[in-house]
């Protein structure tokens, strides 16, 4: 029998409230999505893989928890019971992709559904989590139980295919041990304790890495002193937790002492330093990002901004202990450009390696992938999707992008519903592509 493996990633389903990332559209196109292959594939073997944060955990908040005036009012402890009533908010939010999921399995018995724990649904790591998710799928129908994995990476080599989430090759999101419950990574105390709250305060600021260009371009300013504040509060929070920082800069130190603190993490892109750390430069005074530098600098003397200038002047007030400098109007020249290598595509060419020994890159799976054995490495974690040829070790790394909202430099809604299809014909040859659902 024909047999294939659907990959998609990064749905994001929250609890319908205004931090949900999986938008109506996205999800209507979900269920028109299982429906074709489905069809396309009712005589083969199928391994549905969702490959990482299909549910966003870490965005299931309470109303107090989005509104909190101090972070400290913020629970940051994992209990189980706390997790599967989450579950329960983003099952009651997406019943239609449940029933879908189902359906998909209850079609025909030569299916199969992967899902891979990822980082904002790391919780999946719990038993009683699992079984509330398989709880909802199923919706009792117990031939489906068996069927429904639950597991921290997808390794098929008769399709010659590894994947794992991502996270792990992402310092920001890095578990030190992955597969311990309640163990969290930097990025979850940085969505519950600031996230959440700005994004309560802004719904469109969908997804965070590119949220702070979003901010610039829709001239969101009224964001600035409360971003600057709720960040403030979490890296001066006195609970134990890891965080995210820049490397080497220290937070804020409280009386002129060090702040003695785990800090990790690195530059998050187009978020200046002058919200973000204790840098106090008189000269780079948003960012040693020149081109960011450049480009607040402007803002700031455009006499269209009047309240981002009110609320820079705000910040540095506080910041340089009523003593601000003075914005300089010029603009600095940039000399340096580097390329940036994508450490994802490093990640993946390190895990190959002779069989049965541990490759350079740590994998959740632990041995090398063997070159000539395996050709396929998939991820997904980054919303980016991507397909690039490792031509020395003859093999190809997908990245499966996002199903959940993603927008443009100009704020506009720009989702890339990406799935990636292997599969392998009754004559045994086994072939890759990547697409984008248009249905
Ligand atoms: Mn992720």
Redesign the pocket.
């Given at each position: 029998m024909a047999k294939v493996s659907i990959f998609i990633?990064?749905l994001h389903l929250g609890s319908g409230d205004e931090l949900e990332d999986f938008i109506p559209e996205n999800e209507k196109a979900f269920v028109r999505f299982l429906d074709q292959q489905s069809k396309d594939f009712s005589d083969s073997d199928i391994d549905l893989v969702i490959l990482?944060?299909g549910f966003d955990i870490w965005q299931v908040a309470s109303s107090a928890e989005k509104a909190a005036l101090e972070s400290i009012g913020i629970s940051i402890s994992i209990k189980s019971s706390v997790e599967c009533a989450r579950i329960q908010q983003i099952a009651a939010a997406h019943k239609s992709s449940f029933d879908a999921m189902r359906q998909f399995l209850q079609t025909t018995k030569n299916r199969k559904l992967h899902i891979v724990t990822?980082?904002?649904d790391h919780s999946l790591i719990d038993n009683n989590v699992r079984n509330e998710v398989k709880r909802f799928i199923t919706g009792g129908d117990a031939s489906l139980d068996s069927r429904i994995q639950f597991t921290n990476y997808y390794d098929n080599p008769e399709l010659h295919t590894y994947a794992e989430?991502?996270?792990q090759f992402?310092v920001n999101?890095l578990y030190s041990g992955f597969s311990s419950f309640g163990d969290e990574c930097p990025?979850y105390y940085f969505v519950r304790l600031f996230w959440n709250r700005m994004e309560h305060l802004e719904p469109n600021l969908d997804i965070w890495f590119k949220s702070f260009q979003l901010i610039w371009e829709h001239k969101i300013w009224r964001l600035i002193v409360p971003a600057y504040r709720f960040f403030k509060q979490y890296r001066l929070d006195p609970r134990k937790f890891k965080r995210i920082d820049l490397p080497g800069i220290p937070y804020f130190a409280a009386n002129g002492t060090t702040f003695q603190m785990p800090v990790t993490g690195e530059t998050l892109p187009q978020f200046p330093e002058l919200l973000f750390s204790d840098v106090s430069d008189h000269e780079l005074i948003f960012s040693r990002d020149i081109a960011l530098e450049n480009r607040l600098r402007s803002i700031y003397h455009d006499q269209g901004n009047v309240e981002f200038r009110k609320a820079i002047d705000e910040v540095l007030k506080d910041k340089f202990k009523g003593q601000p400098p003075t914005v300089p109007t010029e603009q600095m020249v940039i000399t340096e450009y580097g390329i940036v290598p994508d450490k994802y595509v490093t990640a993946v060419a390190g895990m190959f390696g002779p069989a049965n020994e541990p490759p350079e890159t740590p994998l959740m799976r632990g041995m090398a992938l063997n070159p000539g054995s395996y050709k396929y490495v998939l991820l997904?974690?980054?919303?980016d999707d991507k397909q690039v040829d490792l031509k020395d070790l003859g093999a190809t790394y997908f990245n499966t992008g996002a199903w959940s909202v993603q927008r443009d430099a100009h704020g506009k809604k720009a989702s890339r519903l990406c799935y990636v299809i292997i599969q392998k014909d009754s004559a045994g040859a086994v072939a890759a592509s990547k697409s984008i659902w248009k249905g």
């Open positions: 990633s990064d990482g944060d990822g980082n904002h989430h991502g996270n992402d999101n990025g997904g974690h980054t919303h």
